[in-house]
Every structure is written in structure tokens, then in C-alpha cells.
């Protein structure tokens, strides 16, 4: 298990409470992207880098009692946060994994859809994360990257993962685009 101190802004009451505003501004788009990539009921669906799990609870209410929601972070404080909110609320259908992203495996699971909101500037080997990311996708899968880019600073980029195993970038009106290695990875990726 990663040291909860390698976190940028940490892991602390605070950080958590700054997270679930974060996920709240930002959920009318995430619920957007999530329509966008076919993530419904029933499925099973992946959050690379939950943190505390906002968007992990939305996800195991989308996708039902039929469906589950791995997710997976290497901080066991969020992780614990995201435990007891998925308790409160009766989603027993959410599986949590501890792992550090730029070392440990996944977990095996055949996905129907991958999330992945603001990782990739964060990890030390993004083009390796992509690429096993890439590989819990069932054939057909559809995925959805949100990240801040390191090609220029700040630069956000969205790919979606399409049936046909193309990849585009969508940039809905009001939103923050630019240019970024990620489009170009997931190409290499499959």
C-alpha cells in the first residue's frame, strides 16, 4: 500500500470534503460522458484512481444490483470512505481494490466500460497504465478518460473508447480541450 503522504494534496477530512465538491461540480458532465459510452444496467464497470468514490457510487447506482463497479486506488483512507458510503447507502454491488497504479496489476476483469477521471498526469508511466486499462475492456467495451495532460500543462483531453475500437475526443460546448499524448497512446494500446 502506497504512504497516504504521497498524495499531492493528501488524504485528509478536508481533501475528501474538497473532493465531493469537485465530483458535484463536475458530475452533470460525468453523467454525460457516462450516457455517451453506454454505461448502463447490469454491466460491469471499472473507476481507475476512485479516490474516495464519488463517481464510484454513482456508477454502482447506474448500473444496478445486476451490475458492479470494481474500484481501485491506492489510498486504503479513501478507500475506507468509499466502504462506508457504499454501506450507507446498501451498494453492495461495489468491489474495492487497493493498488498502486504505476506498479501493481489490476485486477482480472472482463469490463464493459472503464472510467478514469484525472489520473494519467498523476502516475509516472501513463502510456503502461493505458495499455493495461485497455486490456480489462470486453470486446466492444467503452471507456472514458478525463485527465490532465502533461503536453501543454493544465490541457485536459476526454477520449471515449468507441464500439468499433476507434478512439475520439469529444469536446462538448463549455468545456476545457486541448491536445494530448493520450489519444495518440490509446492507439498503441488496441
Request: aromatic fraction near 8%; charged fraction near 20%.
Amino acid at each position: 500500500m502506497a504512504d497516504e503522504r504521497e498524495y499531492v494534496l493528501g488524504t485528509h477530512d478536508e481533501e475528501i470534503a474538497r473532493l465531493g465538491l469537485q465530483h458535484r461540480v463536475w458530475r452533470p458532465r460525468a453523467l454525460d460522458a457516462w450516457l455517451q459510452a453506454g454505461f448502463t444496467t447490469g454491466q460491469t464497470l471499472v473507476d481507475v484512481g476512485c479516490g474516495p468514490g464519488y463517481a464510484t457510487i454513482d456508477l454502482a447506482e447506474i448500473t444496478g444490483p445486476s451490475g458492479r463497479v470494481v474500484a481501485i486506488d491506492r489510498s486504503q483512507r479513501f478507500l475506507d470512505a468509499l466502504a462506508g458510503n457504499a454501506a450507507r447507502r446498501c451498494l453492495p454491488n461495489i468491489e474495492i481494490v487497493n493498488a498502486e497504479l504505476d506498479g501493481d496489476g489490476l485486477p482480472d476483469v472482463a469490463a464493459d466500460g472503464v472510467w478514469v477521471r484525472w489520473v494519467f498526469a498523476f502516475v509516472r508511466q501513463p502510456r503502461e497504465l493505458l495499455a493495461r486499462i485497455v486490456r480489462l475492456l470486453k470486446p466492444g467495451g467503452g471507456s472514458w478518460f478525463t485527465s490532465t495532460s502533461t503536453t501543454p500543462p493544465g490541457a485536459w483531453l476526454r477520449a471515449r473508447r468507441c464500439s468499433n475500437n476507434s478512439y475520439r475526443r469529444s469536446w462538448p460546448p463549455g468545456a476545457p480541450t486541448a491536445a494530448s499524448p493520450i489519444s495518440a497512446w490509446t492507439s498503441l494500446a488496441g
